[in-house]
C-alpha cells in the first residue's frame, strides 16, 4: 500500500522555523523524484521546492528560494522540508509529491497535507 504521509506542520509566528517530513512507503523511494506543493486558503496549488531521486539536484520557487531548504535520505524514504524565516504568506496546506517514470508509465503518488499556519 503506497503511502506518503506528511507531519512537522503546526502554528508559527513570522520570522519562526518548522520541519516538514514526508515519510514514504510502498513504493520504491530511491526512484522517485519528490516534491513540495502547497495551497493556501482560495490559491491555486503551488510547487514549493523539488529535489531528484539521487538528491543531486533541487529546485524551489523564487517565494522560497534562501529561506527553504529541501532534502532526502533514500535509506530512510524520507523528504523534509526546512522553513525558515517564515512569513504569512508561507500559510498553507503542504503537499509531498513522488513522481518518476516507470518505464513508460507516469506514476505519481500524493500525501494528504499537512497545514503551515504562519501568524502573529
Known amino acids: 500500500q503506497v503511502q506518503l504521509v506528511e507531519s512537522g506542520g503546526g502554528s508559527v509566528q513570522p520570522g519562526g522555523s518548522l520541519r516538514l517530513s514526508c515519510a514514504a512507503s510502498?513504493?520504491?523511494?530511491?526512484?522517485?523524484?519528490m516534491t513540495w506543493y502547497r495551497q493556501a486558503p482560495g490559491k491555486e496549488r503551488e510547487l514549493v521546492a523539488n529535489?531528484?531521486?539521487?538528491?543531486?539536484?533541487?529546485n524551489y520557487a523564487d517565494s522560497v528560494k534562501d529561506r527553504f531548504t529541501i532534502s532526502r535520505d533514500n535509506a530512510e524514504n524520507t523528504v523534509w522540508l526546512q522553513m525558515n524565516s517564515l512569513k504569512p504568506e508561507d500559510t498553507a496546506v503542504y503537499y509531498c509529491?513522488?513522481?518518476?517514470?516507470?518505464?513508460?508509465?507516469?506514476?505519481?503518488?500524493w500525501g494528504k497535507g499537512t497545514l503551515v499556519t504562519v501568524s502573529s
Open positions: 529535489i531528484t531521486s539521487d538528491g543531486s539536484s533541487t
Open positions: 509529491n513522488a513522481r518518476a517514470m516507470i518505464g513508460i508509465l507516469k506514476m505519481e503518488y
Open positions: 510502498g513504493f520504491t523511494f530511491r526512484r522517485y523524484a
